[in-house]
């Protein structure tokens, strides 16, 4: 059973930065896809970054393009989301997710196209 485990979440002010990491349990170039969502109160878990495990394609929520950068370290079986310019609107929990099925592009930030999940890590910026 596949575990992820997520950290690196915390309080940071407007304009700061943090480093997500998602720790794998399993090798992740036996995943397809991985990818960093999140979920605000009362609002729809979204997708803010994902990439094929191979590293030929990554892809951005129009939200944070520019300021996030997902990676992965295949060695260490360990996807990082590095978040730069936070802004209040960027508060929520965010989650691992992974695929072993081939996402279409157009899909890769569909929440539906993930079956693994982390538990979250919470990120609250403050204005």
């Known amino acids: 059973q596949v575990q992820l485990m997520e950290s690196g979440g915390g309080s940071v002010q407007a304009g700061g930065s943090l480093r997500l990491s998602c720790a794998a349990s399993?090798?992740?170039?036996?995943?397809?896809?991985m990818g960093w969502f999140r979920q605000a109160p009362g609002k729809e878990r979204e997708g803010v970054a994902a990439m094929d495990t191979s590293g030929r394609s990554t892809y951005y929520a129009d939200s944070v393009k520019g300021r996030f950068t997902i990676s992965l370290d295949n060695a260490e079986n360990t996807l990082y989301l590095q978040m730069a310019s936070l802004k209040p609107e960027d508060t929520a929990m965010y989650y691992c997710?992974?695929?072993?099925?081939?996402?279409?592009?157009?899909?890769?930030?569909?929440?539906?196209?993930?079956?693994?999940w982390g538990q979250g890590t919470q990120v609250t910026v403050s204005s």
């Open positions: 399993i090798n992740t170039h036996s995943n397809n896809y």
């Open positions: 997710a992974a695929s072993w099925n081939r996402v279409p592009d157009s899909r890769a930030l569909v929440r539906n196209e993930y079956l693994h």
